[in-house]
């Protein structure tokens, strides 16, 4: 009697719509799980198609080209002999659904639907799919003419069923559906199926891989079970980074864990398992027995094929491992490395272009190229055949070998210190000293030419000269006049862009990176259309906080003794004039507030769902401390101000990585009006009302309105 099962799972770096490419790492990944002895093979979400790809879904045509894929896989030699499970959608009665297809040796055994449908924070599935609501209901799909002349095969199950093999029991479950309160691995569990899989298309968050590895582990903790996950990885054509984790585990402890960042376009796990363990686990839970007792059948799809084989008892089976956690640190250091890795190599452009000013964002910005380098030189010297191939297109060479970061640094990043009348030598010596560290293609220029005539055109025009207000301008002057520095050198950013290899005698163009953090986006603390604006932004999703904390660990990690000095430094934009030849503009005096303020403001709004009254009746609480309700309802009051005042530039903001569930980002996280009453009349009178309660509560005469 067959016992030990060999499974595999896999993480790919799939991308929306490139169809031959995500056909071409499907197979491989079919091919090494079987070259590894795996009986059946699991893959992410909507592998076909890849998952990102939005209202694509919509054209007939995606539905058509995944079949087609679908159709070449069937006949593929790599896919006889063990079962395959791959996601694509499928049209049913006219009704678009996010589906597993489910096949073994040119047949197709079922297709699941998905059940629950993610649609919160990035996830709009219920746009473009929609949820199978007939639980435990099989019927009949007419295949199209392209996959029955594969298959033979007229009409294929269509539903929520399970399928049952000679020595064991699979069920399905899709992304979402683990996350549910509901989850279908609960009643599949308590009617005998065996294994369950999750193919996924789950996106990095920071500290959010412990979640997804403590609810595959909950899975079968409480009802036993082999749990496969499989998951997207890579930037497949928008702001999201998938990072894999692809992992299999049993009752309750993990047993094979997958990469979460890397360069590897496949990634396959294979896990032999006991399938003895599963029912010994489950036979003293007399609370499960109970309740399986009394389950609701599901529909079975008889499978003559075993994942295990007859003569396994001398087989060694996979025992229980530790999941290692990256820090939040490794994680920034990793995450948007790799991202931009795959949308330079995808973008087919020659490398980046980085203003670099000296301070905290910008510096992080350029640590996360020079880690993307470091991850290139490494995998080169592991033999990743692809990464050497793609550096070798993007330096424009067919012998270059990846060996050294800063060397290929040199090759594909452009740094570039823009000073003004207004700008410290301190920055300029920071920013040169980095650029050597790291290897970067460093220029240092000057943009007081270009402010002047800027300047004088308009002096020109209006017979007027705008002054600082050091020297007695207004603060629409003062204002004015920083803007007009930080859009020049926006526009200069994409001239040097485009530009900068051509003077070198090199082919291609520059993609222009954008340093705005998610607090300062928060606020609206940038010139709409300066050097935020960018082709990409790696740090857009970032907090400062975490920024800071990613800077120590370059130093101490990468060695970069220059960010010391970076470190010690006053966040500044160095806009306004210098006062003794020293800068006295600082970010946290300019915006009102400070930036660990900003991150407490922003998780408050968006992850706790909290309006201006909201917000001042929880921080009344965790501020008690150190500020009374008087000048809480200040607080809470400037920064929906700012907030509301500049929350259009959203609508513009640079393409950002997704790392933090706060993040503003307009295009489709953080949904809101971009025009607001920015006096909040109705809300900020009911902080008010609050606040006289609380001072009259506590003797404190009220004198004044809350300003």
């Known amino acids: 009697m067959g016992r030990a ?28 799980a079987r070259s590894r002895g795996a009986r059946y093979r699991l893959g992410p979400e909507l592998e076909i198609c890849g998952y990102g790809c939005s209202d694509h879904y919509y054209e007939s045509d995606t539905l058509l080209h995944s079949f087609q894929v679908l159709a070449k896989l069937l006949e593929s030699p790599a896919t006889q002999d063990i079962i395959c499970d791959v996601g694509m959608p499928v049209l049913h009665r006219n009704v678009r659904y996010n589906c597993r297809v489910i096949f073994l040796n040119k047949k197709i055994l079922l297709i699941r639907p998905k059940i629950s449908l993610a649609n919160a924070g990035n996830y709009r599935e219920l746009r473009w799919f929609t949820p199978w609501n007939k639980a435990r209901h099989v019927e009949e799909y007419f295949l199209p003419r392209i996959i029955q002349e594969v298959t033979g095969q007229e009409t294929v199950p269509f539903g929520d069923a399970v399928l049952a093999t000679k020595d064991t029991c699979l069920g399905a479950e899709i992304c979402e559906e683990l996350w549910a309160p509901n989850s279908p691995h609960i009643e599949m569990g308590l009617d005998g199926v065996e294994i369950f899989t999750n193919s996924s298309g789950s996106h990095h968050v920071l500290r959010k891989a412990h979640t997804r590895v403590d609810l595959v582990n909950s899975a079968t903790a409480k009802n036993g079970g082999i749990y496969i996950l499989a998951n997207q990885k890579g930037c497949d054509g928008d702001r999201l980074y998938y990072d894999g984790c692809a992992m299999i585990s049993v009752n309750g402890e993990t047993v094979a864990q997958g990469s979460q960042f890397s360069l590897d376009d496949v990634e396959v796990l294979v896990a032999t398992l006991d399938l003895e363990d599963v029912r010994s686990y489950r036979a003293e839970i007399s609370s499960r027995n109970l309740a399986a007792s009394k389950v609701n059948p599901y529909p079975r799809v008889k499978v003559n094929f075993a994942l295990s084989r007859s003569d396994d008892v001398a087989v060694p089976t996979c025992m229980p491992i530790q999941w290692r956690h990256h820090s939040p640190e490794e994680e920034i250091s990793l995450g948007p490395a790799c991202w931009l890795w795959d949308y330079l190599r995808r973008s087919k452009q020659a490398g980046f272009l980085l203003p670099l000013s000296g301070g905290i964002d910008s510096s992080a910005t350029a640590c996360i190229v020079y880690s993307m380098c470091h991850q290139v030189c490494l995998a080169a010297r592991n033999g990743n055949a692809d990464v050497l191939a793609d550096a070798r297109k993007i330096v424009n060479d067919e012998t270059y070998v990846p060996e050294d970061p800063r060397e290929f640094c040199k090759r594909i990043f452009t740094t570039c210190y823009m ?8 920055t300029c010596n920071r920013a040169k000293l980095l650029a050597e560290q790291i290897g970067s293609y460093h220029i240092n220029l000057n943009i007081d030419a270009a402010v002047k005539a800027i300047m004088g055109i308009f002096s020109m025009v209006t017979g007027r000269t705008p002054r600082f207000s050091v020297y007695g301008g207004s603060s629409r002057e003062n204002l004015a006049l920083q803007n007009v520095q930080a859009r020049i050198r926006m526009v200069l950013a994409y001239l040097f862009a485009q530009l900068t290899l051509w003077t070198r005698g090199m082919p291609g163009g520059l993609l222009v990176l954008g340093s705005a953090n998610v607090d300062e986006s928060l606020r609206g603390y940038l010139t709409k259309y300066d050097c935020s604006s960018a082709d990409i932004n790696p740090i857009g999703g970032i907090s400062k906080t975490d920024l800071k904390n990613f800077i120590q660990y370059c130093i101490e990690n990468f060695q970069l003794t220059a960010l010391s000095s970076i470190m010690s430094a006053p966040p500044t934009a160095e806009l306004e004039p210098l006062v003794d030849g020293q800068v006295a503009q600082t970010d946290e005096a300019d915006m009102g507030m400070t930036y ?112």
């Open 5 to 32: 099962v060999t499974v595999a799972t896999c993480a790919l770096n799939q991308w929306a719509l490139d169809f031959e490419g995500n056909l071409e790492r499907i197979v491989r990944s079919i091919d090494i």
């Open 419 to 426: 000073a003004s009348e207004n700008s410290s030598q301190d």
């Open 596 to 707: 660990t303020e900003l991150s407490i403001y922003g998780k408050l709004r968006k992850i706790a769902k909290a309006g201006p009254y909201s917000m001042f009746c929880k921080l009344i609480n965790m501020w008690k401390e150190i500020c009374t309700p008087r000048e809480v309802a200040s607080k809470v009051k400037h920064f929906f101000r700012m907030y509301s005042i500049n929350r259009h530039k959203m609508t513009t903001l640079t393409p950002s990585y997704h790392a933090e569930n706060y993040s503003p980002d307009d295009n489709r996280f953080d949904l809101r009006p971009f025009l607001y009453n920015t006096t909040w009349s109705w809300q900020f009178r009911c902080i008010d009302k609050q606040v006289s309660k609380l001072e009259k509560k506590e003797g404190i005469s009220l004198v004044e309105d809350v300003d």
